[in-house]
């Protein structure tokens, strides 16, 4: 399909996902509100071609933010009981600092933000205008850089901690197997309405979903208070995706901080921050004998020597030398870029716990993608680079911009189609973005 041809249809589901409150839906019926990660996938998309919308995105997320600096991964703008579970479920109004204007949930997800207002900079041709936008929405992401170093770092190690899989935005990666075998939660009554939407079998069980509900119950008995959380929470994670993403964004934030001039105090704060977060991400995370990077389950203190596609994000950040950067390479190629595979699986396909349909547990997704792209680019690895550019751009011409895709080759052309969400907004603004990408 032409490049012009491919990004036009992008183009119309971002217009379509997008509601007149101003943030924009991942996908109709599964996804009814405004996602956090999501959102800043999204405004990249809409900068190239209407930049009015890629500003109220990040107005929207950023007005639901509360005042201790958390950012919540969902953002409930609307009534809508297509998802579960809502803001009836979350109650975010149990802790004293949520927004008493609007019902959030009470998790994160990555902290994109900070490399999401460094591309609407790059991407505009008004840069006075986006520098005026910015000015008002940086210190906003900055609270959060604190709130996560502050809140979320119990160790003082530069490295902070999710305490929810959801968190994670890898929901049901097979490397959470080993923490849910240490909980025992009772079997919840709820009603699942993502599997009204879409088949059980691209979805996670509904025992991992007593999981799920576990945990936020637990937060909700401590009114989402982080020193309670990280005392008891079973599920207490340093996972290099988060970590890599935040430091990435701490580097946009500097960057955009010396151009915005005179912020000299949080330029420093960053810096000594993101120097011990990189030196920590390479001493713990870092993994030579899977040769890539892992997760660190600081609550039964082990290292999961698993490999997903998050292992090779800190491509993305700069954290890896060249030598380490090779072997991530390598490991990529051998493992995850068979011939007859798109890059790059959620999770080892050499792994028994693949799953080619399973959501985060092989699927190929555009985010995460398109996050690998920047990193081997970045260390000017370009054929792979190209590879993962391709094979993303492949996928959503012969199939659409679904949410997921089956890795397999042969396989995707059985199905001819991909899983999950339909016109998934984050495929169709990541797609705009490769095409535009010289
Ligand atoms: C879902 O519902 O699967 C979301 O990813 C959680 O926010």
């Excluded at 997800?109 to 986006?130: M, S």
């Excluded at 910015?134 to 979320?152: C, E, T």
């Amino acid at each position: 399909m032409a490049d012009k041809f491919l990004i036009d249809k992008a183009k119309t589901v971002l217009n379509q996902n997008f509601q007149k409150k101003g943030f924009t839906i991942p996908s109709k019926n599964l996804y009814p509100f405004q996602w956090k990660w999501d959102s800043g996938f999204i405004a990249i998309g809409f900068a190239h071609f209407d930049m009015e919308k890629a500003k109220k995105e990040i107005n929207s997320l950023l007005n639901a933010q509360w005042k201790n600096g958390f950012i919540p991964h969902i953002v409930f703008h609307t009534k809508n009981d297509s998802y579960f579970p809502g803001a009836d479920f979350h109650k975010s109004s149990l802790h004293p600092q949520s927004p008493a204007h609007i019902d959030t949930s009470g998790i994160t997800q990555p902290p994109v933000l900070g490399f999401v207002l460094e591309k609407l900079y790059n991407i505009a041709d008004d840069k006075e205008d986006v520098l005026n936008f910015l000015k008002n929405q940086i210190d906003k992401v900055y609270k959060n850089h604190k709130y996560f170093y502050s809140k979320r770092d119990i160790n003082n190690e530069g490295l902070v901690y999710i305490y929810h899989n959801w968190e994670s935005g890898t929901d049901n990666s097979p490397v959470w197997d080993d923490i849910w075998k240490t909980m025992n939660p009772p079997r919840y009554k709820f009603e699942r309405k993502d599997t009204t939407h879409v088949d059980y079998s691209q979805r996670p069980t509904d025992r991992e979903y007593d999981h799920y509900i576990d945990i936020i119950e637990l937060a909700k008995k401590f009114n989402y208070d982080d020193h309670k959380i990280a005392k008891h929470s079973p599920f207490l994670v340093q996972d290099p995706l988060f970590n890599s993403i935040l430091i990435r964004s701490n580097e946009s934030l500097i960057k955009l901080y010396k151009i915005l001039g005179g912020n000299e105090e949080k330029i420093k704060y960053l810096k000594s921050k993101n120097e011990k977060s990189l030196t920590s991400i390479n001493e713990k995370l870092y993994n030579s004998s899977i040769g890539a990077y892992s997760h660190f389950d600081l609550r039964n203190k082990k290292n999961i020597p698993l490999i997903c596609s998050s292992s090779f994000s800190p491509l993305f950040c700069g954290a890896p030398d060249f030598k380490k950067a090779q072997r991530l390479k390598n490991t990529l190629v051998e493992k995850f870029g068979k011939e007859d595979y798109y890059l790059c699986s959620s999770f080892d396909p050499e792994g028994i716990q693949h799953d080619q349909k399973k959501y985060w547990r092989g699927p190929v997704w555009i985010n995460l993608n398109w996050i690998l792209y920047q990193g081997f680019k970045r260390y000017k690895f370009k054929e792979t680079a190209k590879r993962i550019k391709n094979d993303s751009l492949e996928l959503v011409d012969k199939f659409g911009f679904y949410e997921y895709f089956n890795p397999s080759k042969e396989n995707s052309k059985k199905n001819n189609k991909g899983y999950g969400g339909e016109n998934f907004s984050w495929s169709a603004a990541l797609t705009i973005d490769f095409l535009h990408e010289k």
